[in-house]
């Protein structure tokens, strides 16, 4: 912290004088007659973090693969590096020798190789030796790590790794091959690297970055976070449908603002409808649920009430909905709906359909939605049934309800011809929504409902949780995003070490309170353990 | 056999003014497999007119390559729920044989024969499923195993030689009688490929079985009894086996035990490229049944062009790897999830 603290003083004030590292000026992108990136310009400082904001569709990741090289921009923009001109499009080859580095969301690391191994990776791509000195390849991937302060065994295996300790190893690895390509400077871009990292972890890897910064190389980080920006940034540029909309001094400029800047319309917060409900007779209980990480949770549960579930990673919250809906084998439990009790551990997908519970899973891509078939595919999944008339399904029925669905779900664009994939993650989560809430369920499961949403899309979510509830179904919503539970959720129930350890009630549910909880019974699990009090 | 796709399969374009340019590329994709074949029949009509553009080896094509059209069925039927069959050849062998043992050898009435053969397929399916279902081993190493088992069965109740003297009702049926001058064959192929283009198409079933393949644990998830629906449609792949070997016999008015199991490799070829026609990006029988006439008509016509039989293997062969790549080409190359 010291060291960066340090680095802050040197930078603040001759931020906007310091020599410029790279310079994009008047960058657009079309696709098939539509403007993804249009006019952009883009400055980044010697050893500054700058921050690249903008909901899913901006255009900021097609920005970053023109920096990769992956797509050739328009004619007419102009990228400088240290004072150079660089040719647009950019060369096979050439991101790396300009001292562009990328560290993307999935690390490109290889799982079953040690770390040696995978901090050699890009190198041996790279260059022509046919021998390798182990010894030295070793020393050279220690100091490395000691550099920036990272403490991973070189010989472990990467599938041993914590996710954060992989997230370093990539920024490491990066950085280095930065070095390798030039004397000084360099930038490195790190694309969402945060998401799948508990916010503790994400501490550390800021600490890291900091000190990348200090050592001369700038930073480009992409978020969704407003928060992890506003922390680790000096300035930040915000991009809104393929235009630069501002670039901020981070510093001065409050979340509100940001937020404002990225959706570009004031950011309302959530009616919460159902705050003076009436505590009636529970209609959905849980009794002594276990398996997985969970063991022993029971919850008790009122009509049109939304309870969120937390906790730290590895708690247990995250596996409660799975082991309601069947995906994942409960080992005990019983679950009482609308006055029938059923033992959970024999429940499968399909019978929990058929009780009325649905399920939601935060994994999209693999768990929730089949990118390569269409909207309207995905969307009539659970009621081919009422589609199907006499002899036939009615496509033309199909077509109108996805046509509906969208509408009523404010799925854009709403055309359910189209391959789910190419909506942006909101979208698909809107369709995720459609497909299951149209079923009229009485209790919905919740995973990481804003899970790879943008900012403006999370609204629509939460209007449509809101709406079911106001029909009166139940829902449950594990979520490691606490924004998310304070703004939807009437009851927040933090889980420790697979049981709940505390509770929130409304007035008292806000972002800070459930981090303390969270954090505080984390520590009192792991203390009871180690430390005789 | 240009069978109404349905228009709103995919995107009309982006944006307006690319719109029709991205139809025409669309349609180019749809239908373009139909105009090489077209263009191939002219080429080799031009250069042989008085052999190759006979009504007489049109109607014969037409006819003999209807087994294999079943055949292909089947394989897009499995395929379709993300599944290879290759056991379905031998399957195909079995059945002919099952049919000519018992009405040759032991004098069984031709509709029991039959009814017998419909059951090996059934059979095998389940045993198939059994345990790429139940023991969650990948089908490819499942159907190899089974197909080879098949194929030493074949061995053993034929002792290895050619069982003829089949009920010559069947062959009446199959290939004598004729339609318009097509062999009977070619209209029931066609309406197996109407029947699993309705079942595809038309039915939640088909749908689901859709959803399976693309995204299983989307579709376990959404409360679809993949394991269930993924023996079925083995099962049913086992049963196209045995209506083509029923048929191959009516076309032989004999069976043996290994002549059948050289449509293993076409079919695949066949499905792979029908997936990238009619319906590109998926396997659909209408897609398959044009990829079986265009691949045989190229056999024939370099055969008929003075190419001796090898020419055959090399062709199948090559397709089948052109067609797979075409086919990733379609799907936008995504990994393919074998």
């Known amino acids: ?533 | 056999m240009t069978a109404q796709a349905p228009t709103d399969r995919r995107p009309k374009g982006r944006s307006a003014p690319g719109s029709s340019l991205a139809g025409l590329v669309l349609a180019a994709e749809r239908f373009g497999l139909i105009v090489v074949l077209m263009i191939l029949i002219a080429i080799f009509g031009a250069l042989r007119p008085d052999t190759f553009l006979t009504w007489q080896n049109i109607s014969t094509i037409l006819g003999s390559q209807a087994i294999l059209v079943i055949v292909t069925l089947g394989v897009i039927v499995s395929l379709t729920a993300n599944d290879f069959d290759l056991s379905i050849a031998n399957t195909l062998s079995l059945s002919s044989l099952t049919v000519a043992i018992l009405n040759v050898n032991h004098g069984w009435p031709l509709g029991v024969a039959v009814a017998a053969a419909l059951a090996v397929g059934a059979v095998v399916g389940l045993v198939n499923g059994f345990f790429i279902v139940v023991f969650r081993i990948h089908s490819l190493i499942v159907t190899l195993g089974v197909g080879t088992f098949l194929h030493g069965i074949g061995l053993w109740a034929s002792e290895s030689q050619t069982i003829s003297g089949i009920d010559p009702f069947l062959s009446d049926i199959v290939i004598v009688k004729r339609l318009f001058g097509i062999p009977l064959i070619f209209y029931y192929a066609i309406l197996l490929a109407a029947l699993v283009w309705y079942v595809f198409e038309y039915t939640a079933i088909g749908r689901r079985i859709l959803f399976v393949g693309r995204g299983r644990e989307v579709a376990r998830l959404s409360g679809v009894h993949t394991d269930r629906l993924r023996w079925l449609c083995l099962v049913a792949s086992g049963m196209f086996g045995s209506v083509a070997g029923i048929f191959y016999a009516g076309t032989q008015g004999a069976a043996d035990p290994v002549s059948g199991d050289s449509y293993l490799l076409p079919a695949l070829a066949a499905a792979f490229l029908g997936s990238t026609s009619i319906l590109p990006g998926r396997f659909n029988p209408w897609g398959s049944t044009v990829a079986v006439y265009f691949l045989v008509t190229g056999i024939t016509g370099l055969i008929f062009l003075g190419f001796g039989s090898f020419i055959q293997d090399m062709f199948y062969g090559g397709a089948l790897v052109l067609a797979v790549t075409l086919s990733q080409i379609v799907r936008g190359r995504q990994e393919q999830s074998f």
Not at chain 1, 54 to 71: C, E, P, R, V
Not at chain 1, 184 to 200: A, C, M, N, R, Y
Not at chain 1, 395 to 403: D, I
Not at chain 1, 416 to 441: C, E, H, I, Y
């Open chain 1, 1 to 533: 912290m010291t060291q960066a603290a340090l680095a802050d003083g040197n930078r603040s004030g001759a931020l906007e004088s310091a020599p410029s590292m790279l310079e994009l000026t008047n960058l657009s992108k079309t696709f098939g007659g539509q403007r993804a990136l249009d006019g952009a310009s883009l400055s980044i400082a010697t050893g500054e973090v700058h921050g690249l904001l903008g909901q899913n569709g901006s255009g900021k990741s097609t920005l970053i693969k023109i920096l990769a090289g992956f797509h050739a921009p328009d004619p007419g923009g102009e990228l400088t590096i240290q004072g150079r001109p660089a040719p647009l499009p950019l060369p096979p080859g050439a991101a790396w020798r300009l001292g562009l580095s990328f560290v993307h969301q999935h690390l490109g690391l290889i799982p079953s190789l040690s770390v040696l191994d995978n901090m050699m990776l890009g190198r041996l791509s790279q260059d022509r030796r046919v021998l390798i000195g182990w010894g030295a390849e070793r020393r050279r991937c220690e100091a490395a790590l000691q550099r920036y302060g990272v403490e991973i065994r070189t010989r472990a295996a990467v599938a041993s790794l914590q996710p954060v300790e992989r997230a370093l190893l990539a920024i490491v690895r990066a950085v280095e091959e930065i070095g390798e390509s030039r004397s000084g400077g360099g930038i490195l871009v790190l694309d969402e690297p945060t998401p799948f990292l508990p916010k503790s972890d994400v501490e550390t890897l800021f600490a890291v970055v900091r000190r990348v910064a200090s050592h001369g190389a700038s930073v480009i980080f992409v978020s969704h976070d407003v928060d992890e920006v506003k922390e680790i940034t000096d300035r930040c540029t915000i991009l809104r449908d393929g235009r630069v909309v501002a670039t901020l001094t981070t510093a001065t400029t409050s979340k509100q603002e940001f937020v404002e800047g990225i959706v570009g319309r004031k950011f309302e917060r959530h009616a919460r409808g159902s705050q003076t409900m009436q505590r009636a007779e529970a209609s959905v209980s849980v009794e002594e649920l276990s398996g997985q990480s969970v063991d022993g949770v029971s919850l008790h549960l009122s009509p049109g009430e939304v309870v969120g579930l937390t906790g730290l990673v590895g708690s247990g919250y995250a596996d409660v909905p799975y082991l309601l809906y069947g995906a994942r084998k409960a080992s005990a439990g019983t679950l009482a709906l609308n006055g029938r009790r059923i033992d959970v551990t024999r429940m499968t997908p399909a019978r929990a359909i058929g009780e009325g519970i649905v399920l939601i899973p935060g994994d999209r891509a693999h768990s929730a939605a089949i990118g390569a078939l269409p909207i309207v595919d995905n969307v009539t999944m659970p009621v081919l049934e009422t589609v199907f008339r006499s002899f036939a399904l009615a496509r033309g029925a199909m077509m109108r309800l996805a046509l509906e669905l969208g509408q009523r779900f404010e799925v854009l664009p709403n055309r359910p011809a189209l391959p789910l994939s190419a909506l942006s993650g909101g979208n698909q989560q809107k369709v995720m929504l459609a497909k299951w809430l149209q079923t009229r369920p009485s209790l919905v499961l919740l995973d990481e409902p804003t899970q790879g949403v943008d900012v403006g899309a999370r609204e629509a979510v939460f209007a449509q949780i809101a709406a079911a509830t106001a029909q009166g179904a139940i829902v449950i919503c594990a979520s490691s995003d606490y924004e998310q539970l304070e703004q939807t959720a009437d009851r927040v129930l933090i889980f420790a070490g697979g049981k709940i350890v505390a509770e929130l009630r409304i007035p008292f549910i806000t972002k800070s309170a459930i981090a303390e909880l969270c954090y505080a019974h984390s520590e009192s699990v792991s203390s009871n353990e180690g430390v005789p009090a």
